[in-house]
């Protein structure tokens, strides 16, 4: 006899079944559709027609960034993800076999049950090792709740019926063919039920078997089992790039607290506390978890939506999204992105966190007073630090510097950036610059009086408006200048040059916008200056997070570090995409936490221990919180911090080391 | 509760370098930022704090030049009801009588309960305006003002003396305040607020609106009369350092050593 799948052997009550398969599906379908409300509910947000799809392959079917830095995450995750990928396939491939076309027959079949029984027990270590590296290994450093006991055990139990109600078939009535299911045929060994104990037996555990199933296909849409379709379309999303800015009229217009791409982002979050284990706050001890934030705003956004199994009413006000993230942890997020490329489901809790940043803004509720002295000084002065305008050129005294507004006919813009304007200590940064560019030939005109802030902080901290209103300023500057490049000492204006203005202006795509490490590169490609040995020296190097994460600029600073003589690059236990942000982005400059460490204090300790002379950085904000925390945490007079421009404008020839 | 709160835009001259102009009866404003004054803020944000208290609106006036209006649109973000302007044309070159005068009849139009105005401007620095506008009003007043308790048809007001003391008064309604900084913490005004104000439309006064003559305020009716502003010299002990922070942090040591400040 030919080898077949057996359906409903044993089991009379096929109606019984399919009632209850059709309340759990119907149950299910609702709970998807309601999410897909949910979701759509939120503001749409402007993306372009590019897609990468290699992005979503490698992200969802291989589980890669899963694996990153944590390969028993990724085993668990993988064993089951394919387990219940196959067990469902399996499922919707006997019922095709059992309705409409019969085909799992002969080695067909013999080669799909042996597939199933591999996958149930796939899952089963999945959930095994799940426990395993939250208890034992403690490698994921995760936060464990009820609802994950349910989901884990629920799967265990599922796979585990399943394969008891494999065996006292094979116990029961042993086929005429040998079946090969391992597992089926290992507990019909074990088992020491007669034939008519095994044929109840079976039957008891295939209706538990079935009501455990339908009732995870039932729950599933209302549990954290979303992630599931979130995940996916999340990163489907991730794959299109982000084309334009709605205007604060068009934002206004949709009304809603977060976009669907933020409320598909919470739903797509399964807690792995990644982000969290990874964030510099945290690190320090403030009281701020991205995962929790992520947490908090989706059941904000679940409650205000009265989302559930049995649709509550939303409330009659709709509550605020200014408080949809724990009052201080909202503002302690330094927008270093380092949860957004940690996270396998591209969740980007920075931009969540933002989200509510916004509405407080907007509201003037619960903004901290330095950061709120911060913004109306960018309102009133253009720059963070009550600049006069008058000043703004302080730094080039002395110097000869050309000017746009006074005639210079140049295509490349130097733009300085406030802080290298108006800080005194900072000020040596464009001066040596200026320096650099004069010994190179390299040619460049500046705004002058003309430059506003980049506003990088400013939109981080929420205030869209007054960003674009500076944004509007500096790009009508660059147009009116016939500015083609643009290059920055500052990460933070390079960052919002290259990848916030081409979401406002059409023609800020086209404008080449580089961090002055990339123009060093090339101005210093091939010995080029003759730069001169001021003796050995140890440094190491901090890559700004504007720079390397948010721009992907790591090997340009490194380039120009090893063409400087005498200079031994030593790197930092966590640098390149995994550098400790300094604190200093995304407005946090201005706001202190009421708890924890200064993270520029835990960056200087990294950065000390490596035994360097100096640390390397090549942002302002980075270069004032690391040399502030050389001070406080007592490494001063061991290491000090510099600029990269600085250090390269030593070694002119000519020019003193100091 | 009807309050009328007058506001002042002016340079924010903290940290500029201030230069005279050529005339030497002003200063040169081109690159200054302005906005509103510091004091005036304050008393916005408490007039607002005491309309979502008591009830009531809150207007805010100006006499100042076109570019004033940002300085109103500003306060309507916060969350005043109505602003006006006065036409300042006859008003130019005006003292703070002059000024007081105008407000004065500005403030007849309505039936006020309080007028506020800031201690102080941060430009002239007369703190001239709000008493002298009482006594046009015939109202009572309390200046330095730190606190406003409402009690049915008076009030009690803090005000900050000199050595750590407070003064409390009880002020009968309708009264002039002039209010202290640091009364209040004024809230955050956002562009997207300011943007929602923005086809609010702010009337603009002529001086017969507000009963004021052709002629009887301005330059020439002044009681006041500048005749000029000038940099005080360096005194004889001043010294003013200059260079890189850290040569002026070790000629600072040095001075202090010379002197004996420290061994």
Redesign the interface.
């Known amino acids: 006899m030919e080898p077949f799948r057996e359906v409903f052997w044993n089991i009379p009550d096929h109606a019984i079944f399919y009632s209850l398969a059709a309340v759990a599906t119907g149950v299910f379908l609702y709970g998807l559709y309601r999410r897909y409300r949910l979701w759509t509910a939120g503001w749409p947000e402007k993306r372009g027609r590019s897609f990468d799809w290699k992005l979503v392959a490698g992200r969802v079917f291989a589980n890669a960034s899963i694996f990153r830095g944590d390969p028993v995450g990724g085993v668990t995750h993988i064993l089951i993800m394919w387990g219940f990928i196959v067990l469902f396939l399996g499922t919707v491939m006997s019922t095709i076999d059992h309705w409409l076309v019969s085909y799992l027959t002969g080695d067909l079949y013999l080669a799909y049950a042996f597939v199933l029984d591999i996958a149930g027990v796939a899952l089963m270590a999945g959930v095994a090792l799940a426990y395993l590296r939250r208890y034992v290994l403690k490698s994921g450093k995760m936060v464990t709740v009820i609802r994950d006991h349910v989901v884990l055990i629920l799967i265990f139990f599922v796979s585990l019926t399943g394969f008891m109600v494999e065996g006292l078939r094979l116990r029961a009535a042993p086929p005429l063919w040998s079946e090969p299911s391992p597992v089926g045929q290992w507990i019909a060994s074990v088992s020491a039920l007669d034939v008519p104990g095994a044929l109840l037996a079976h039957r008891i555990w295939w209706w538990i078997h079935s009501i455990a199933s339908l009732s995870l296909i039932a729950w599933f849409p209302f549990s954290k089992f979303i992630h599931v379709f979130a995940a996916p379309v999340n990163l489907v999303y991730e794959g299109m790039e982000s084309s334009a800015f709605l205007t604060?009229?068009e934002r206004?217009a949709l009304g809603s607290d977060f976009s669907a791409r933020q409320r598909i982002m919470m739903d797509a979050c399964t807690q792995c506390n990644r982000c969290t284990v990874v964030c510099p706050s945290a690190a320090a001890g403030e009281p701020l978890s991205p995962r929790a934030a992520v947490d908090e705003a989706g059941s904000f956004v679940r409650r205000a939506g009265g989302f559930g199994l049995f649709p509550k009413r939303p409330p009659a006000e709709p509550p605020k999204r200014g408080t949809a993230v724990g009052p201080e942890a909202a503002w302690l997020c330094t927008t270093c992105g380092h949860c957004r490329i940690e996270c396998p489901s591209a969740i980007s809790p920075m931009d969540i966190i933002r989200e509510v940043r916004t509405a407080r803004?907007?509201s003037?509720?619960n903004?901290p007073?330095n950061l709120?002295e911060m913004?109306?000084s960018v309102?009133?002065?253009?720059n963070p630090w009550?600049?006069?305008?008058?000043?703004r050129m302080d730094w080039a005294a002395g110097l000869d510097i050309p000017v746009f507004a006074d005639g210079a006919k140049e295509t490349r813009c130097f733009y300085v950036g406030c802080t290298f304007a108006y800080d005194?200590?900072l000020q040596e940064v464009p001066r040596s610059a200026a320096a650099i560019f004069a010994a190179a030939g390299y040619r460049y005109g500046v705004l002058g009086?003309e430059e506003v802030c980049c506003s990088e902080f400013v939109r981080g901290a929420g205030?869209?408006?007054?960003f674009?209103?500076l944004a509007g300023q500096n790009i009508d500057a660059f147009e009116r200048h016939g500015v083609e490049e643009i290059v920055t000492p500052c990460p933070h204006g390079m960052h919002t040059f290259a990848n916030e203005y081409r979401r406002m202006a059409p023609g800020a795509a086209a404008r080449r916008v580089l961090h002055v490490s990339q123009a060093l590169e090339e101005i210093l490609r091939g010995g080029a200056l003759g730069l001169e040995d001021r003796g050995e020296r140890a440094v190491t190097y901090h890559d700004p997070c504007f720079l390397g994460r948010r721009s992907g600029v790591y090997d340009a600073p490194r380039n120009v570090l090893r063409s400087i003589p005498g200079v031994r690059l030593i790197e930092m236990k966590r640098s390149r995409e995994r550098s400790l942000c300094c604190g200093g982005g995304g407005g946090r400059m201005w706001v202190e936490a009421s708890a924890g460490e200064k993270m520029g204090e835990v960056r200087a300790r990294e950065a000390a221990e490596t035994g360097a002379d100096i640390i390397v950085t090549a942002c302002p904000f980075c270069f004032t919180n690391i040399d502030d925390g050389v001070k406080t945490a007592g490494h001063e007079g061991r290491v000090i911090v510099k600029d990269l421009v600085e250090l390269v404008a030593e070694c002119l020839p000519g020019r003193d080391g100091a | 509760m009807e309050i009328l709160v007058c506001v002042k835009r002016v340079p924010?001259t903290?940290?500029?370098?201030v230069a005279l102009r050529p005339d030497g009866r002003g200063i040169r404003e081109e690159?200054?930022?302005?906005?509103i004054n510091e004091w005036d803020n304050y008393a916005v944000e408490e007039a607002i704090r005491l309309k979502e208290k008591h009830g009531g609106a809150v207007t805010v006036a100006t006499i100042g030049p076109a570019e004033s209006e940002d300085v109103l649109r500003r306060c309507l973000a916060?969350g005043a009801d109505d602003a006006v302007m006065i036409d300042e044309a006859s008003f130019r070159g005006a003292d703070p009588y002059g000024i007081a005068r105008g407000l004065a009849g500005l403030a007849r139009r309505k039936a006020y309960d309080l007028v506020l105005a800031g201690a102080l401007a941060g430009d002239d620095g007369y703190g001239m305006t709000g008493p002298v506008l009482a006594g046009y009003l015939g109202w009572p007043h309390a200046t330095l003002v730190t606190s406003i308790e409402v009690e049915g048809k008076k009030i009690a007001v803090a005000r900050e003396l000199e050595g750590g003391l407070e003064e409390i008064l009880a002020v009968e309604l309708p009264a002039v305040l002039t209010i202290q900084t640091g009364i209040n913490?004024p809230?955050?005004?956002?562009?997207?607020?300011?943007?929602k104000v923005r086809s609010k439309d702010i009337p603009v006064l002529a001086p017969a609106d507000i009963g004021v003559g052709a002629g009887e305020v301005g330059e020439n009716a002044n009681l006041l009369r500048s005749l000029g502003l000038s940099t005080p010299p360096a005194g004889a002990e001043a010294v003013m350092l200059k260079g890189?922070?850290a040569e002026v942090a070790q000629r600072i040591l040095d001075i202090v050593k010379e002197r004996g400040g420290v061994a």
């Open positions: 604060l009229e206004e803004v907007e003037g509720e903004v007073d709120q913004l109306e309102y009133k002065f253009k009550q600049g006069a305008k008058g000043k005194e200590r009086k205030e869209d408006g007054l674009f209103e | 924010d903290a940290d500029a370098e690159d200054l930022a302005f906005g916060m913490e809230r955050y005004v956002s562009i997207m607020g300011i943007r890189a922070p």
